[in-house]
């Protein structure tokens, strides 16, 4: 019976050994999880990758080969998109995005992450018009958010610290009182507002500023006021097209506009059915008819088309209904860039003419170095969302 006893109060000690091994074999698990699992976390590839050893090109479905019109289809059908970043390129997918940045050792890093859509939640915001608000508005938030973290990257971080603390630099009290207020999220404040500050800017240099200008003509105009329209038609482009020259004279600047250049290359070459190496993707124009640039002159064409119509003189009217009618403009604007996409009718081409003309300003030609991020950002979306 003593032996019995013996052998129970053993059995049940290996037990409560087997179950703390279990725990702390759970605690040691990286926090990281897989991008296809049903999270909403950044995921973290191992970044220092040589640039050598990864293949620049993917593997063509066995029923679509290279140069096939079914390849071309479904690339035109995935809709991949993208942005320049800080010394490098992020590309989109439908549920995900990765980012390829030059770091200084010249090796290219690279993080995916999970995204999810609001509309998933609400079906509604799913309808034309009201999808292109939603899309301007998370390309806002994302941009940022993206900008910054390629910076991060891309080792331009400033390092900062606690007071005393080794390698840092002192804070301020205004600094220790953000993080003591918002924590982690401080971050995230930050970029949401630095987006207000942005859509403050644009409001007073697209809305109130060519209001402004054609307030003082608005005696002599008489009952034309279509006038009115036109000369805030001109002052708008006049600060949309200066404003993007004078800073892509900047080198920073440069170097941004050439991994712009790099993403459209890339994405050229894709929805060419073509495999994405270097050699391939240098042969491609770098503009696209899907661009940013191209969705931001044709949302101030339309403003400007639409406010031909308007009959009010009153500048606070004007320039009220251009706040009212943002949302409207930039929805019709990105059905138009959706139809672009998959059009090349006559019409199209007409339309987006004058953004392709602009992109010789917001583009420039990309080196090698250069184009293989884009197509690494690129093969890390395809590799995730196949075709």
């Not at 006893?5 to 990286?30: C, G, T």
């Not at 995005?97 to 770091?103: K, T």
């Not at 999970?114 to 799913?126: E, F, G, M, N, R």
């Not at 008819?289 to 009010?312: A, D, E, N």
Request: aromatic fraction near 10%.
């Amino acid at each position: 019976m003593a032996d019995e006893l013996k052998e129970n109060e053993l059995d049940e000690n290996k037990l409560k050994e087997n179950e703390l091994e279990e725990n702390k074999l759970k605690e040691d698990e990286p926090e990281n999880k897989l991008i296809n699992e049903p999270v909403n976390e950044p995921v973290n590839e191992p970044v220092n990758e040589p640039v050598n050893n990864e293949p620049f090109n993917y593997s063509a479905p066995a029923d679509a080969g290279f140069g096939s019109d079914a390849l071309r289809k479904r690339a035109f059908a995935k809709g991949l998109g993208g942005q320049a970043v800080i010394e490098g390129v992020m590309m989109r997918g439908r549920r995900m995005y990765a980012m390829a940045v030059r770091q200084p050792d010249s090796n290219i890093a690279v993080e995916a992450v999970d995204t999810k859509a609001v509309s998933d939640k609400y079906p509604l915001l799913k309808l034309p018009i009201l999808r292109g608000v939603v899309a301007f508005v998370d390309s806002l938030v994302i941009g940022m958010k993206i900008i910054m973290r390629s910076a991060e990257m891309a080792g331009l971080e400033i390092e900062t610290g606690a007071e005393g603390e080794e390698g840092g630099e002192e804070q301020t009290r205004f600094e220790a009182f953000l993080e003591r207020t918002f924590g982690d999220k401080l971050t995230n404040y930050v970029i949401y507002f630095a987006v207000l500050i942005s859509l403050l800017m644009t409001l007073f240099l697209f809305a109130f500023l060519p209001v402004f200008v054609s307030h003082f003509a608005a005696r002599a105009v008489g009952s034309q006021t279509w006038v009115l329209g036109v000369i805030e038609g001109f002052v708008k482009l006049g600060v949309f097209i200066g404003y993007m020259y004078l800073i892509s004279r900047m080198k920073d600047t440069q170097r941004l506009f050439q991994y712009h250049g790099a993403e459209h290359k890339t994405i050229n070459c894709f929805e060419d059915a073509q495999e994405l190496t270097v050699e391939n993707v240098r042969r491609y124009t770098r503009l696209h008819k899907r661009c940013g640039t191209s969705f931001l002159l044709l949302v101030l064409i339309i403003t400007i088309l639409i406010f031909l119509f308007v009959t009010s003189k009153a500048m606070w009217i004007r320039f009220g209904l251009k706040v009212i009618l943002i949302p409207v403009v930039a929805g019709i604007s990105y059905e138009f860039i959706r139809l672009a996409g998959r059009s090349n009718s006559v019409f199209v081409r007409v339309v987006s003419w004058p953004g392709l003309m602009m992109q010789h300003i917001t583009t420039n030609e990309p080196d090698d170095s250069q184009i293989e991020c884009a197509i690494r950002a690129a093969l890390e979306v395809l590799k995730r969302e196949p075709l």
